[in-house]
């Protein structure tokens, strides 16, 4: 069910140095997700969504964000997607993603766009006006095989269409990458996924794989992502329960030869491992503008 919800605030700052993302700011459109991964974090309790298959669309966002930008003094990085995908299929018909990018190309600030949708291509054009302050756009991929892809993210774009849209982006000269994240033990963890995954990165126009080998989990997320396992890799679930408990960060058993493939492919080709921080984008800001 599809709902539309007045929001009061809209761009949040972010506590602390974004260590992932580089971010000083964030927003979210929806709240919700269309997608349905089965590891979703945001299904957790402390996200409060009450049922995350409904979808809250935040229809005075762009009205938000043209309001918020107006009183900031501090320039930095504009972050979207870590809690509701921006390009969710919902956005088709609701355009709300490419109005807030109109906002902030005309108050000049730098974005990051995460999504897993090549419906970001629609708005390219607005991408690539933002890029003359910074753009980057990342994709998170977590199975080279469309098949899996389909089973971990059922409604989202399966892989193949993602690296295609990553390529069309790089080849119009705009910051693209891959988030290699989360990576599902006894899943999505074996070595041929990562180094397919890192030679889509080589061949298709990446700049950059932002990688983590492993998953968290908690409370409701946990529970559905049990459910899913139960139904789709019968099995898997005893075997996270035997080794995980409670835990709330599930490394990969094969973490250290999986970071050991990463860092090979990162060295070779020169793929850098994170975006630039945001006071980094703020300091390029003061001297070029």
């Not at 971010?23 to 996200?47: A, K, M, P, T, V």
């Not at 355009?95 to 999504?115: G, N, S, Y």
């Not at 607005?126 to 753009?135: G, L, T």
């Amino acid at each position: 069910m599809i709902k539309h919800i007045t929001a009061k605030t809209f761009i949040s700052t972010v506590n602390g140095k974004d260590e992932w993302f580089g971010l000083r700011y964030n927003f979210n459109i929806y709240r919700g997700c269309i997608h349905q991964c089965i590891y979703c974090d945001s299904r957790s309790e402390c996200y409060q969504i009450e049922n995350f298959e409904d979808l809250l669309v935040k229809t005075n966002a762009p009205d938000l964000a043209r309001k918020e930008l107006s009183h900031k003094r501090v320039k930095g990085l504009i972050g979207t997607g870590s809690m509701s995908d921006p390009y969710n299929p919902a956005e088709k018909e609701f355009l709300i993603m490419r109005e807030v990018l109109k906002v902030i190309q005309a108050f000049r600030f730098p974005i990051h766009i995460l999504t897993k949708s090549d419906l970001v291509l629609r708005d390219q054009d607005i991408i690539k006006e933002i890029s003359r302050v910074k753009a980057y756009v990342s994709f998170t991929v977590t199975a080279y095989d469309d098949e899996l892809s389909k089973k971990i993210e059922p409604f989202a774009p399966v892989s193949s269409r993602r690296i295609a849209a990553m390529k069309q982006l790089a080849e119009n000269g705009i910051n693209t990458g891959i988030l290699l994240m989360p990576t599902l033990p006894y899943i999505t963890d074996s070595e041929d996924n990562i180094k397919n995954i890192m030679q889509l990165a080589v061949d298709n126009g990446a700049s950059y794989v932002i990688a983590s080998f492993g998953v968290t989990m908690r409370d409701r997320q946990r529970e559905y992502y049990y459910k899913k396992l139960e139904k789709t890799f019968p099995g898997l679930k005893e075997k996270y329960v035997n080794k995980y408990g409670n835990k709330y960060s599930c490394r990969s058993e094969n973490y250290t030869r999986l970071n050991q493939i990463y860092n090979e492919y990162s060295l070779r080709y020169n793929l850098k491992k994170r975006v630039e921080s945001y006071n980094e984008v703020v300091e390029n800001l003061r001297l070029f503008s």
